[in-house]
């Protein structure tokens, strides 16, 4: 197993290498996605909404996402597996924020964690790099704040709230956050940051000039078609796919059409003997 590290990920921000990352949540998916050739591979906690269908992120517990970990690492060979550290798993304190990292690298394989905030997550940052562990930033819009910012809404649009978003990704890289990710803000702003920081940045919903762009695998590949906010592009029509594919083996099924010849095991018995069966 060979995959990529942090310094191979920080070589790409000075090389002008486009960083590519896409969530997943198990084994099946991290296999696609890392014979996709993705540089980085997240296990967000994005799996609350599209894995257990809750509205939003914060019921996501510290064993669901080491799980989760767990199962995608098992699939993914050339990838940097990332994990999300879930709501109230290091706002504690550092300490907590440590063993919590600790869980996501030791019982899950994770080669580094995420968390989201600004400057209020630094000492939490510290306190987990200072133990060999490379953390992930997240600023702008961050899904387990929802309540406090009044829903999934889009961060910095003022001048002031550009230079808090823009202080807070400094904050997150100045406490040693080897990448940020930036969720939601203006292209601007992100364009700011990612020219500011020596480390790379990972957009999503905050334009181009992102040093990488991070998608839900879902969204991606369609899966769920009553979700097309302006960020996301389907680069496939997964739940058509999918619904077609379960009805006609539906329909086979009810048709006697399914097993047929070809899907059905014999007998090394002879017919004589293979009556007594009956
Ligand atoms: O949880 C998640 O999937 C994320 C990405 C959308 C960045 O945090």
Do not use: W
Not at 137 to 152: D, E, I, K, R, W
Request: glycine share 8%; net charge negative.
């Amino acid at each position: 197993m060979d995959r990529l590290t942090v310094l191979d990920l920080r070589k790409k921000k000075a090389e002008h290498a486009p960083i590519v990352m896409i969530t997943a949540y198990d084994y099946t998916m991290a296999r696609l996605v890392d014979a996709a050739g993705a540089d980085m591979i997240l296990v967000g906690d994005s799996l609350g909404m599209v894995v257990q269908g809750h509205s939003d992120t914060l019921p996501v517990t510290l064993d669901e996402m080491v799980y989760h970990t767990r199962c995608v690492s098992r699939g993914v060979q050339k990838a940097h597996l990332v994990a999300d550290m879930p709501f109230l798993s290091y706002q504690v304190n550092p300490e907590q924020a440590l063993l919590s990292a600790g869980r996501l690298i030791q019982q899950g394989f994770a080669q580094s964690v995420k968390l989201e905030g600004g400057a209020r997550t630094a000492p939490a940052i510290e306190k987990i790099v200072a133990a060999g562990i490379p953390v992930v930033g997240h600023v702008g819009l961050t899904p387990q704040s929802v309540h406090a910012m009044g829903g999934f809404r889009v961060q910095g649009r003022t001048e002031d709230a550009a230079e808090q978003v823009i202080q807070d990704a400094i904050a997150v890289a100045e406490a040693g956050a080897f990448c940020v990710v930036l969720e939601g803000m203006p292209s601007v702003v992100a364009a700011a940051i990612t020219a500011r920081l020596d480390v790379p940045t990972i957009g999503i919903g905050a334009g181009p000039s992102c040093d990488g762009q991070v998608l839900v695998c879902n969204d991606i590949l369609g899966l769920d078609q009553s979700f097309k906010p302006k960020f996301v592009k389907r680069y496939a029509d997964m739940h058509a796919a999918a619904v077609d594919a379960f009805s006609r083996y539906a329909e086979e099924v009810r048709g006697h059409t399914f097993p047929s010849a070809e899907h059905e095991f014999g007998m090394d018995l002879a017919p004589v003997k293979l009556a007594r069966l009956y």
